[in-house]
């Protein structure tokens, strides 16, 4: 298995560093491109490998990659939540993500409103959607805080 570089500075990335790997950046080169204009932001989060969405402290869907949109049941992100994208049961059924009764419970806004409130990034939480057991898809969340969002990646478990 060969070293990996980050995609800009190509520096060699520490092995077993969850973030290192999902993101292809080191530390530097990550928060350099996080805190850039929206065009280069884009372009970064289409080079990523999984799925990855900027998200409002709201879960509404700021910027998203063409992996995340084909995790998306047709629908266009403008203006979405990402459960409503996503096709949370409880979004469609009870109103909108992040302000039901089952939203306590969900890892992917506890994700989002822990990283967003605490400035920390989080790493390995999972998740499953949709809420039916044959259609079911597993992922590892990772978070990281970003301007004024909040990066989400959503990694295959």
Not at 114 to 127: A, V
Request: glycine share 8%; hydrophobic share 35%; with cysteine.
């Amino acid at each position: 298995m060969g070293q990996t570089v980050c995609f800009n500075c190509r520096q060699s990335l520490e092995e077993g560093d969850k973030l290192h790997s999902l993101t292809q950046a080191c530390a530097t080169c990550f928060a350099t491109v996080l805190s850039t204009q929206d065009e280069r932001l884009t372009s970064y989060l289409e080079c990523l490998d999984h799925p990855a969405a900027l998200v409002a402290p709201d879960l509404s869907i700021l910027f998203a990659n063409s992996r995340f949109l084909k995790t998306m049941a047709g629908h266009e992100p403008a203006g979405l939540r990402v459960g409503e994208a996503l096709n949370c049961t409880y979004a469609q059924a009870l109103g909108q993500c992040g302000e039901t009764v089952p939203c306590i419970l969900c890892h992917l806004k506890q994700a989002v409103d822990q990283t967003w409130q605490t400035g920390q990034g989080l790493r390995g939480i999972p998740m499953s959607y949709p809420h039916k057991k044959l259609a079911r898809k597993t992922y590892s969340i990772t978070t990281e805080k970003v301007r004024e969002g909040v990066l989400l990646l959503l990694a295959p478990s």
